[in-house]
């Protein structure tokens, strides 16, 4: 059974979980959690298993591994975005391995990909609060969908809204 050790800090007034410190963050307590740590996603009122966190961080990392941090923020929240909505399926790894969702997954090595620590401040970020549209649902590198709304391009990545 793997074992991980995370630290309790405080950050901008906000106490959250994170594998390494923060610079300028103040220490609280360590603690040591087993590998069936779950987290929680505050503005879904959700609780996210280990397993869907991993899973959150490898699809983000595959997705927007080489974009900023914002960006692979928006990656995350497309997911969490579709879990929420009624328009697709209620969990994490329905809506990761559904049809024509995130062609990642279908790459032969994806459930072995590791992701930066990076990627693992976005998705925690992601969880914490969702500061884009609610049906921000779709990414894409080059242009806009021709479907939905367009909504911003950030970094490679143009995101769409699934609008009227």
Same mark, same amino acid.
């Given at each position: 059974?793997?074992?991980?050790?995370?630290?309790?800090?405080?950050?901008a007034?906000?106490?959250?979980?994170?594998?390494?410190e923060?610079?300028?963050a103040?220490e609280?307590?360590t603690?040591?959690?087993?590998?069936?740590?779950?987290y929680?996603?505050?503005?879904?009122?959700?609780?996210?298993?280990?397993?869907?966190?991993?899973?959150?961080?490898?699809?983000?990392?595959c997705?927007?591994g080489?974009?900023?941090?914002?960006?692979?923020?928006?990656v995350?929240l497309?997911i969490l975005n579709?879990?929420?909505?009624?328009?697709?399926?209620?969990?994490i790894?329905?809506?990761?391995?559904?049809?024509?969702?995130?062609?990642?997954?279908t790459?032969?090595?994806?459930n072995s990909v $590791?992701?930066?620590?990076?990627?693992?401040?976005?998705?925690?970020s992601?969880?914490?609060?969702?500061?884009?549209?609610?049906d921000?649902f779709?990414?894409?590198t080059e242009?806009?969908?021709?479907?939905?709304?367009?909504?911003?391009k950030?970094?490679?990545?143009?995101?769409?809204?699934?609008? $009227?």
């Amino acid at each position: 059974m793997l074992t991980r050790i995370l630290k309790i800090i405080l950050f901008a007034g906000v106490t959250f979980l994170t594998p390494t410190e923060i610079p300028q963050a103040e220490e609280k307590e360590t603690v040591v959690v087993n590998a069936e740590q779950s987290y929680f996603c505050e503005w879904m009122g959700m609780e996210i298993s280990q397993e869907e966190f991993e899973l959150l961080c490898r699809t983000t990392f595959c997705e927007a591994g080489n974009q900023d941090f914002e960006t692979q923020k928006m990656v995350c929240l497309t997911i969490l975005n579709r879990v929420k909505s009624e328009k697709f399926p209620h969990t994490i790894h329905d809506v990761v391995y559904g049809r024509n969702a995130y062609e990642v997954t279908t790459w032969s090595n994806f459930n072995s990909v $590791e992701w930066t620590e990076q990627v693992e401040q976005a998705v925690i970020s992601a969880l914490q609060e969702n500061n884009h549209p609610a049906d921000m649902f779709y990414f894409r590198t080059e242009h806009f969908h021709t479907f939905g709304e367009s909504y911003i391009k950030s970094d490679d990545l143009y995101f769409s809204l699934e609008g $009227e």
